[in-house]
């Protein structure tokens, strides 16, 4: 079984920065392509980045792709999300996501086989 696990989030100012880590286990985590997706109070889950199983090629949300970066250290089983210049906009609870998937990267939530359990990102003005 396929295990997802963020950790990194908290409470920022306006202009701050945090990086989101997840955790996988249960599967080779370097067959998956991984992803992230955010969702506000009150409102749907929002693409916001995702990269291909060796981490080469990478798609942003247009929202953040001048702030944020997405990597991973597939030796540590480890997917990353830089967020730099964070806005209270970014606020939100954030999502870890996997798919065994293959030359493509979507933004769609129904894409993707597996979801951690979130962690929360305040960003305060």
């Known amino acids: 079984q396929v295990q997802l696990v963020e950790s990194g989030g908290g409470s920022v100012q306006a202009g701050g920065s945090l990086r989101l880590s997840c955790v996988v286990s249960?599967?080779?985590?370097?067959?998956?392509?991984m992803g992230w997706f955010r969702q506000a109070a009150g409102k749907e889950r929002e693409f916001v980045a995702t990269?291909?199983?060796?981490?080469?090629?990478?798609n942003y949300a247009d929202s953040v792709k001048d702030r944020f970066t997405i990597s991973r250290d597939n030796a540590k089983n480890t997917v990353y999300l830089q967020m730099n210049s964070l806005k209270p906009e970014d606020t939100a609870v954030y999502y870890c996501?996997?798919?065994?998937?293959?030359?493509?990267?979507?933004?769609?939530?129904?894409?993707?086989?597996?979801w951690g359990q979130g962690t929360a990102v305040t960003v305060s003005s």
């Open positions: 996501v996997a798919a065994q998937i293959v030359g493509i990267l979507p933004t769609t939530p129904r894409a993707y086989d597996y």
């Open positions: 990269c291909t199983q060796g981490g080469s090629r990478t």
């Open positions: 249960g599967r080779t985590f370097s067959n998956y392509a």
